[in-house]
């Protein structure tokens, strides 16, 4: 077995991070800014925003507590504002790791770009263990120093990721689909990458449609799984163009730079406390 990996030089300001959720009404802002006023707090960063058709108020606030100020106390004390205005909310530290599982088929590009940007300090987390129903990934943890299970069915995936204590699933080109008790224990804990721009070629295959399509842009998307195949919550997409002169191989290649690329920055969205999922949405303050 492997250490866990993280990053060379983890310092990270130890900022207090707010994210809520409630339905919208006037005097929320003032009433949590007088909250963290009244907890010692001294807000750094604020952002939010209204959704008029669901009526949902939603923001996330950085801010710290000088003098020593106790995080616990604060959130203790927050609470009762919480309550009083049906609040979904949650409150981390800046320096607070993540424990992440990351799960992949054959395909390694993806797992390859994680383990690497753990590595060089570009995500704030630990990878706990790399999963897979192959054996082909094996090399790919080990050479980083990361555990491997090998599954032989979907079955023994929440027990992987019992063992290894996660707190975050990344799905790297894992071609498989998740069982709903895990997607319900990890509710918004599941990030998957999906080689098109959902709701485009969703499924199977994708670029095989795209191409059969005669698609002048093919895409990527980084979502929240939910039970619902490919039907997530959207936290990030990109596009690279393409011709009538590339072909199902060429699709293939030049969408896997691009899958890296959202993939792991949807992984650093959420890292940051910047996502905020609801009515099978997103609102993201990057």
């Not at 995936?157 to 996660?166: C, F, P, S, T, Y």
Request: aromatic content about 6%; charged content about 25%; proline content about 3%.
């Amino acid at each position: 077995m492997g250490e866990i990996i993280g990053p060379m030089d983890g310092t990270i300001e130890a900022m207090p991070i707010l994210k809520l959720s409630c339905p919208d009404r006037p005097g929320i802002v003032a009433e949590v800014a007088r909250a963290i006023f009244d907890g010692g707090g001294n807000i750094l960063d604020a952002d939010q925003h209204t959704d008029r058709v669901h009526q949902r108020f939603l923001q996330r606030i950085e801010f710290d507590l000088p003098d020593g100020g106790s995080l616990d106390s604060f959130r203790d004390d927050f609470g009762d504002l919480a309550a009083h205005l049906d609040l979904d909310w949650t409150l981390r530290r800046g320096d607070e790791r993540v424990r992440l599982a990351i799960l992949v088929s054959k395909q390694g590009h993806c797992l390859y770009d994680l383990l690497g940007r753990v590595a060089m300090g570009e995500l704030a987390a630990d990878v706990a263990v790399v999963v897979s129903n192959h054996t082909d990934q094996g090399v790919a943890a080990e050479r980083f120093g990361v555990p491997f299970e090998h599954i032989s069915s979907e079955a023994d995936v929440g027990e992987a990721l019992d063992r290894a204590e996660v707190d975050l699933v990344v799905l790297a080109r894992y071609m498989r689909i998740l069982a709903p008790d895990v997607i319900d224990r990890y509710r918004n804990r599941v990030i998957n990458i999906h080689h098109s721009f959902l709701p485009a070629f969703a499924g199977a295959r994708p670029y095989h449609q795209a191409h059969a399509r005669g698609v002048k842009v093919i895409g990527a998307t980084a979502h929240y799984a939910t039970e619902q195949l490919d039907e997530g919550p959207i936290i990030c997409q990109d596009v690279v163009s393409v011709s009538h002169r590339d072909d199902v191989a060429s699709f293939v290649r030049r969408g896997r730079d691009l899958e890296m690329v959202v993939l792991a920055r949807a992984v650093q969205l959420h890292l940051d406390h910047r996502v905020l999922a609801y009515e099978n949405r997103t609102v993201v303050f990057d």
